[in-house]
């Protein structure tokens, strides 16, 4: 999950080097959280934050194949 999050990412970004996720076990539920350079953001949210919506729906389905939850964060 974590390495195709990274993936997904790096493919997105100018600068692939600074993409990093976190990966963080919750209640039932794993969170991972995904950071970018400052200048990267807007291509990892999108217009109206459709990339990520998109992000967060291919994350959730691939989990759902494996019986897990996943959700995903976008940190600044």
Known sequence: MKEL???VAQNLVEHPE???VNQVEGDGETVLELRVAPEDMG???GRQGRIAKE???LMRSVAQR???RVSVEIVD
């Open 5 to 7: 999050l990274t993936y």
């Open 18 to 20: 600074q993409v990093s």
């Open 43 to 45: 291509k990892v949210i």
């Open 55 to 57: 992000i967060r729906i």
């Open 66 to 68: 494996s019986g897990k």
